[in-house]
């Protein structure tokens, strides 16, 4: 096992009725808090109100800012700031999933720099400041709610920058699983999807690979597995949505090692940003074609991940039947899901794979590579894994 450091400041109160502690948790934080959300959801089932209420009767004055859309962009973030500043806010409460939760600590940072805030996403500024961030989590996906990072686009150029920093993680996070029964299922599955995939790029990691680490990869997946078709058909299913809604912060808040090889994250950013897909939907096509894409060369290291995620027979006749039936099975589970398993099947038929790695490795030397914790993926083999995802 790697020497590591850990730390998780974020107070996560998880289960029934956590929004309820909205205001004495903000109250130990600020006292006037822009409230951030995306669809106006939240105003029609009440919920936006409520915090409100909770809110005042704490002390906090609060002004709610919405439209956070998909892939959120810099231009609504710059507004955001504005609204923050103008209303002397000193807290941003986030009410949403993943993108709301990104834009709102983009709002932070803002807040707090008076340059340009797509430096600090760029890498060209380290951020030294940002407004205490809090968070009432409706979606089941990215694990913002405890991590730092954040993902931005950039309007003129649909440029997507993942950010990591430490001064945006969650002062607070309330996670009440009956918050997400109104999640649509292709929402539900695209974000159960981003789930499994956390831990999926983690478990291939060739330098974290132990006991603990990969039975806990394995965890997580095969709780996506078992856990979204019951959410799925059952909407209300308490138990189905707290099971994902935990499995989504543990896989992403780096209690399972910070580490991944993220291939197939570098590739859904430009799949993203060039067809606003939603993000768990282009790892769900971009998964199984990096599995198709490394199984030449890693059959044994494929197999394993058959047996002991897929349920795959470990007597299989061969190493490459037992990871190719593996394979299938994942392409069975995203398709029972209602999601793509290719880009054609998306919609999306004029895909050019060579354009795309071109955009992926722009402004990048010409021995630049992805993926270097497992394979080191060089723009012909990026070219190639697009070819297997556009079908």
């Known amino acids: 096992m ?3 450091e850990f730390s998780l400041p974020t107070k996560i109160i998880f289960g029934k009725n956590a929004q309820d502690k909205i205001g004495s948790m903000s109250a130990g934080v600020g006292r006037r808090a822009l409230i951030v959300y ?3 959801r939240i105003i029609k089932n009440g919920l936006l109100n409520e915090l409100q209420g909770h809110l005042k009767d704490a002390g906090v004055d609060s ?3 919405g439209g956070v859309c998909e892939n959120p962009l810099l231009s609504w973030v710059l507004e955001g700031v504005a609204q923050a500043k103008d209303f002397n806010a000193d807290m941003v409460i986030a009410v949403g999933g993943g993108s709301v939760i990104d834009a709102a600590k983009a709002v932070c940072l803002g807040y707090c720099y008076d340059g340009d805030l797509w ?9 030294g400041k940002a407004l205490p961030l809090g968070v009432v989590l409706t979606n089941s996906a990215t694990a913002s709610e405890a991590n730092g990072v954040s993902v931005l686009r950039k309007d003129n ?6 950010l990591t920093c430490p001064l945006i993680r969650p002062a607070f996070a309330l996670m009440n699983p009956e918050l997400t029964y109104s999640v649509p299922p292709k929402q539900t599955a695209i974000g159960a999807l981003d789930i499994f995939s956390h831990a999926f790029e983690r478990y291939f990691h060739r330098e974290q690979r132990g006991t603990l680490r990969n039975l806990m990869c394995e965890s997580v997946m095969k709780t996506v597995i078992i856990e979204l078709p019951k959410a799925l058909k059952a909407p209300e299913d308490y138990d189905a ?4 809604m935990w499995a989504g912060t543990v896989a992403h808040s780096d209690i399972l090692g910070k580490e991944g090889v993220y291939a197939c994250h570098a590739m859904s950013h430009i799949l993203t940003a060039q067809y606003n897909m939603p993000h768990g939907m282009a790892l769900s096509i971009l998964m199984p074609a990096w599995c198709k894409y490394v199984m030449v060369d890693h059959p044994e290291d494929m197999a ?10 470990r007597n299989c006749d061969s190493v490459v039947n037992m990871a190719q039936e593996g394979i299938s099975r994942f392409q069975q589970f995203v398709c029972n899901c209602g999601l793509p398993v290719t880009l054609r099947e998306a919609g999306i038929g004029d895909a050019d794979s060579s354009a795309l790695t ?3 490795f722009d402004g990048s030397g010409k021995d630049a590579y992805i993926g270097e914790n497992y394979e080191k993926m060089y723009r012909r083999d990026v070219q190639a894994m697009f070819d297997l995802a556009i079908g």
């Open 157 to 162: 150029t649909g440029k997507k920058a993942a």
């Open 119 to 127: 430096d600090i996403y760029s890498g060209k500024v380290t951020a």
């Open 2 to 4: 790697k020497d590591f």
């Open 63 to 65: 002004r709610p800012f």
């Open 241 to 244: 949505r707290s099971q994902l």
């Open 304 to 313: 394993d991940f058959a047996v002991n995620v897929w349920g795959v027979d």
């Open 358 to 360: 071109a955009l992926l």
């Open 38 to 40: 995306g669809s106006g």
